[in-house]
């Protein structure tokens, strides 16, 4: 029941992430800090549709 995502960055837009999530135990989107390449530091990236 696993569903393959991306995550964005909400600094500069850039999809850098992609990731699987649980629709069943995971309701709402995922938000998670990561590092992006075009940025050069730890953001935070939330998923898209």
Known sequence: ????????????????YTTHKNKVTHTKRVELKKYCKKCREHTIHKETK
């Open 1 to 16: 029941m696993s569903e393959k995502i991306i995550m964005t960055c909400s600094q500069c837009l850039s999809r850098n």
